[in-house]
């Protein structure tokens, strides 16, 4: 049984979904284990991680819409620290997760056709993320 583990950046252009299998793909294929378990975990308090569809982009604006009408920026929060944007932030990553558990088959996630790995920015301004990855397996 071997292990690895790497801190994976991502940059965002703020609120939304952005597309993190390839990075992850190439690091799973650089530890060379081929079977065993991928977890993904978000290091932050408002940015979380998902599984979703790759193909169609209207999904990913679809479910921004949602978050935006299921936790709107301007409710009645007490905590407003770094702005409007930040309780909301907080609130959609307790909904949506800080981690992922996938396995590993033939050196790969074992994603569906249609599905790709995201980070879900919930913050308006661009941010730089870290995912930590960490695989065990053969």
């Excluded at 299998?21 to 932050?44: F, K, N, S």
């Excluded at 308090?45 to 936790?71: C, G, H, K, M, W």
């Excluded at 929060?77 to 959609?92: F, K, N, V, W």
């Excluded at 730089?128 to 065990?136: N, P, S």
Aim: with cysteine; net charge negative; charged share 20%.
């Amino acid at each position: 049984m071997r292990q690895a583990l790497h801190h994976l950046t991502i940059e965002t252009r703020g609120k939304g979904l952005t597309d993190i299998t390839r990075p992850v793909r190439l690091w799973l294929q650089e530890t060379g284990i081929t079977t065993g378990l991928l977890t993904l975990w978000c290091t932050h308090t408002s940015a979380s991680l998902t599984v979703q569809e790759n193909a169609d982009p209207t999904v990913r604006r679809d479910i921004a819409a949602f978050f935006e009408d299921l936790v709107p920026e301007h409710g009645q929060y007490i905590h407003d620290d770094e702005g409007p944007d930040d309780m909301p932030a907080h609130l959609r990553t307790m909904l949506t997760g800080v981690n992922l558990s996938v396995p590993v088959a033939h050196g790969a996630p074992t994603l569906g056709v249609w599905q790709g790995i995201y980070l879900f920015e919930h913050r308006r301004q661009p941010h730089r993320r870290t995912v930590v990855l960490h695989v065990l397996g053969d």
